[in-house]
């Protein structure tokens, strides 16, 4: 077998390495997120996707213009199972014409979601937000960082 096969040989083997431990850790990932259970009536906040693991979780959705969006912002309030109340977060709302839709995304970092509430509101209450991911990262994190993984593959 010459030098040039054997060199493209183990470029194929990397490459499958990595497929195969990326679909792992999607995997791995997605399959620990159970979803959580909506608990309000509004019809104007289509929400396509919520879940969440014991520490964090997401919500995504979409707001659609049924005559006038009441408020400016989209306030979630989380829940655990015995309702206590977590935290809250808001997305503010763009003006929206008519049947024309807002997408929004919410990122949380909260311990033992079990259901959630969306109301509109007009103006943030202040204190209380949820911490949203991802968060941006110090200079000295991101440093930490890449002096780890250069230390792994080395």
């Known amino acids: 077998m010459s030098i040039g096969r054997k060199i493209m040989a183990w470029i194929a083997i990397l490459v ?18 159970k979803e959580i259970e909506r608990q ?12 969440a693991t014991y520490v964090n979780g997401r919500i995504r959705g979409v707001i659609k213009d049924v005559g006038e969006v009441q ?3 989209l306030k979630i309030e989380l829940y655990t199972k ?7 977060s808001y997305v503010e ?22 259901y959630y509430k969306i109301d509109t509101v007009k103006e943030k209450e202040p204190g209380g937000e949820l911490e949203i991911l ?11 960082a890449t002096a780890l993984t250069f230390l792994i593959l080395w």
């Open 134 to 144: 991802p968060k941006e990262l110090t200079r000295g994190e991101v440093l930490l």
């Open 71 to 73: 408020g400016k912002y």
């Open 16 to 33: 499958g390495l990595f497929v195969f431990s990326d679909f792992l850790i999607y995997v791995g990932i997605n399959s620990t997120y």
């Open 40 to 51: 309000d009536e509004n019809s104007q906040i289509a929400v396509y996707q919520a879940d």
């Open 93 to 114: 709302i763009k003006d929206i014409e008519n049947s024309e839709t807002q997408p929004f995304e919410v990122l949380f970092k909260a311990n033992d979601v079990a």
């Open 82 to 88: 015995r309702h206590v109340l977590v935290g809250k």
